[in-house]
C-alpha cells in the first residue's frame, strides 16, 4: 500500500517568512510524528499526535513551530518568522495505534536563505 | 550524558565482512530498541527491532539487546556493497512512543 507521503520535497524560503509542511500518514495508522534532521546530525523529535489524544508538543524548539492533525489524518507542521537555523530535513512518520514501530516518510527539505 | 549514543566514528569493512555497531542509552527504564538505515539523502528505513534481553537474527542482520549493561548492537553478516549506509540507533522509553534516535554510524563496505 502508499506510503507515508509529504509535500513539499523541497522549499526554499527567505529569512522571516512563514512554511506550511504537509504530511499524509499510511491510511489507518492513529500516531503521527514530525522529526527534524540537520545536516550530520541524528533526529530531532519535535511533536507526536496519537489518536484523539492531545499532542505531545514536548519536541518544539520555539513558539515560532506549531503542528496540527485535521480529522486524525492529514498533518501540517507550520514554521513562522522562518530563520537560517530552522534550515534542514523535516521527516514525517506515522505508526499504528501502539505506535512503536515507526515508518518514516521522503521529509521535505528546508532552506533559509 | 545523551540519551542514546553511537561514538564509532566511520566504519570501512571489506565485502563478506561482518559489520559491528554499538549503542548505548541512558534511561533504564527503555523497552524497545531499533536499527534504522538511512541511505545518502533518503528517510531512515527500520530494519529491525528488538524488545527483550539476547538476540534477534533476520536474514543477515542480528541485533542483541543487554538492559543491563544499556546497549544495543547490530551486526551485519556477509557484507555487501549495498549496505553502505548510515544506521541509526532509537530507543521507545516507557512506552510513551517517543523515539530517541542516535547520530547514526556510517557503515562503507569496500568491494
Known amino acids: 500500500g502508499a506510503g507515508v507521503s509529504q509535500s513539499p520535497s523541497n522549499k526554499v524560503t527567505e529569512k522571516g517568512k512563514d512554511v506550511e509542511l504537509r504530511c499524509d500518514p499510511i491510511s489507518g495508522h492513529t500516531a503521527l510524528y514530525w522529526y527534524r534532521q540537520s545536516l550530520g546530525q541524528g533526529l530531532e523529535f519535535l511533536i507526536y499526535f496519537q489518536g484523539n489524544s492531545a499532542p505531545d508538543k514536548s519536541g518544539l524548539p520555539s513558539d515560532r513551530f506549531s503542528a496540527e492533525r485535521t480529522g486524525g489524518s492529514v498533518s501540517t507542521l507550520t514554521i513562522q518568522r522562518t530563520q537560517q537555523e530552522d534550515s534542514a530535513v523535516y521527516l514525517c512518520?506515522?505508526?499504528?495505534?501502539?505506535?512503536?514501530?515507526?515508518?518514516f516518510g521522503p521529509g521535505t527539505r528546508l532552506l533559509v536563505l | 550524558q545523551k540519551e542514546v549514543e553511537q561514538n564509532s566514528g566511520p566504519l570501512s569493512v571489506p565485502e563478506g565482512a561482518i559489520a559491528s555497531l554499538n549503542c548505548t542509552y541512558s534511561?533504564?527504564?527503555?523497552?524497545?530498541f531499533f536499527w534504522y538505515r538511512q541511505y545518502s539523502g533518503k528517510s531512515p528505513e527500520l530494519i529491525m527491532s528488538i524488545y527483550s534481553n539476547g538476540d534477534k537474527e533476520d536474514g543477515r542482520f542480528t541485533a542483541q539487546l543487554n538492559k543491563a549493561s544499556q546497549y544495543v548492537s547490530l551486526l551485519i553478516r556477509d557484507s555487501q556493497p549495498s549496505d553502505s549506509a548510515t544506521y541509526l540507533c532509537a530507543v521507545n522509553r516507557d512506552g510513551n512512543n517517543r523515539l530517541a534516535f542516535g547520530k547514526g554510524n556510517q557503515v562503507v563496505v569496500i568491494p
Open positions: 534511561d533504564r527504564g527503555s523497552q524497545s
Open positions: 512518520a506515522s505508526g499504528d495505534n501502539r505506535g512503536e514501530t515507526q515508518y
